[in-house]
């Protein structure tokens, strides 16, 4: 090599190792996977795999033994077999990998989880990979009581467990894998930091409550993508939700390349906000099916702020009364939990290249304690009608009992209350075939300031009867 060229490969050298510190480490799921990492086969220490036996305590012995290898060592759930499980504890430094069509079918005994009361659990797992093709089936109805025709959902068991909880992880990945007719909520992340969800599958049953899709709670610097969901109750829900011990915000959070079926709210904050929800984005993603489609529920003391939505198709419709939500087109509400109770503020939010069709209205609705501040609607289509047999002229406040849950209401297109600084730009209301006469306004708004229209399209769902635009109390 002459000198000169040596010179220059030393500089570009140079120039990678100081890139590589100003950037810091490689995310776990951007290193490639060590080639002499050993495997740890659930098999070799004892599990059975024939659906009957409980191999808890042979897949924990598999999981302890991978741990003191570390560096990803693999524990490897064969193919083939259905592995009856309890409570497994994930440790650090490991690749817990269901191979194939491998199976953990959840025990339906409450002795033989612990006090999490959940299949899969790690606490300070950090460096934790959770992948492969395979399975775990949360068997929601052997969980359930009966099954109520009156309201058209399952009764719960006094007792029913989640299907993972992960606290406190950093450098976590879960990829491929499928969830299954979970009992509870699926997957839920609590606390933790540096996050890769790719390419789950969530099935399950759309008529069990509370068995919603992805959780993170109190998590930051998480990336959810290309997820395939079918849950009863929210399919992607960003939380804060009260703890004993300060897990921080949640905030740093990407949502993308999603498809979504549910019928609660396909892309959700809230409610539980007791600590601060910042940098959130949701993008390129179908809501197939859901009782709202895009939702922010302000209900405590933490503030929301800098989320945006873009590059979303929703269909969002009534369900039976149990289900929060009715058919919501978008809903940004701010409403404290319990008379006199903390909330914070929702601000600088963003929905952009929408298109959805809906039983009712858009809300962005603050009250007297919180006014919603900085809300930019652009390039938003949306086209509301009425298809299913549940009543409707009513708004849902649920949770709270500062005001009322059910709130009978006329639906405009849009409906903005309590809010300053909102801009509806290039935007359209449409009416379908079926439309009731307490279908009203293309927007009706109420104690506003600072409310901008810009090429706003629209008329009234009964011009005879309404105006196409209604503001009150605007300065």
Not at 33 to 56: Q, S
Not at 95 to 113: C, I, K, M, R, W
Not at 413 to 432: E, H, I, P, Q, S
Request: aromatic content about 8%; some cysteine; overall charge neutral.
């Amino acid at each position: 090599m002459k000198r000169r060229e040596a010179l220059e490969a030393g500089v570009k050298l140079m120039a990678v190792a100081a890139l590589s510190i100003a950037a810091g480490p490689l995310p776990l799921w951007a290193q490639d996977k060590k080639k002499d990492t050993a495997v740890f086969n659930v098999l070799d220490f004892g599990a059975v795999g024939d659906g009957k036996t409980l191999d808890t305590a042979a897949i924990q012995k598999t999981i302890n033994e991978a741990s003191k290898a570390g560096n990803g060592a693999r524990v490897l759930v064969k193919s083939g077999r259905k592995y009856l499980i309890g409570t497994l504890e994930l440790k650090p430094n490991i690749d817990f990998h269901l191979e194939g069509d491998a199976e953990l079918l959840v025990s339906t005994n409450p002795q033989d989880y612990t006090a999490e009361a959940a299949a899969i659990v790690a606490r300070d797992a950090h460096n934790l990979t959770i992948s492969g093709t395979g399975s775990i089936n949360g068997r929601a109805l052997e969980f359930m009581t009966h099954f109520d025709e009156a309201n058209e959902w399952w009764i719960p068991k006094d007792w029913r467990p989640k299907l993972f909880i992960l606290t406190a992880c950093q450098n976590l990945k879960v990829k491929d894998i499928t969830i299954n007719k979970a009992p509870s909520w699926s997957l839920h992340l609590m606390g933790c930091e540096n996050v890769l969800v790719d390419g789950i599958k969530i099935s399950n049953n759309l008529d069990v409550p509370n068995c919603d899709g992805i959780d993170p709670d109190h998590c930051r610097n998480v990336d959810i993508r290309n997820c395939h969901i079918v849950c009863g109750d929210d399919a992607i829900v960003i939380k804060a939700t009260r703890q004993n011990e300060n897990f921080g915000p949640s905030a740093n959070i990407t949502v993308r390349d999603c498809v979504l079926e549910t019928q609660d709210s396909g892309l959700k904050i809230g409610t539980e906000t007791t600590q601060d929800i910042y940098n959130v984005k949701f993008e390129r993603i179908e809501i197939k099916t859901g009782c709202r489609g895009l939702t922010i529920q302000l209900r405590d003391e933490g503030n929301v702020r800098n989320i945006d939505f873009s590059d979303i198709t929703f269909v969002s419709r009534y369900h039976s009364a149990p289900w929060w939500g009715r058919g919501e087109a978008i809903s940004f509400t701010a409403i404290p939990r319990t008379a006199g109770g903390k909330i914070g503020v929702i601000e600088n939010v963003r929905v952009k290249n929408v298109k959805g069709r809906a039983e009712n209205s858009v809300r962005i609705n603050g009250t007297k304690e919180s006014r919603i501040k900085n809300v930019t609607f652009e390039n938003v289509d949306l086209t509301f009608d009425r298809w299913t047999k549940y009543p409707g002229n009513l708004f849902d406040n649920r949770p709270t009992t500062a005001y009322p849950d059910i709130e009978p209401h006329t639906n405009p297109g849009y409906y903005v209350r309590f809010a300053d600084g909102v801009t509806l730009k290039n935007c359209r209301v449409k009416w379908g075939s079926n439309v009731p006469d307490y279908f009203t306004h293309a927007l009706e708004a109420h104690d506003v300031t600072g409310l901008k229209l810009k090429n706003f399209k629209g008329e009234a769902a009964h011009p005879a009867k309404y105006k196409a635009i209604s503001i009150e109390k605007q300065s």
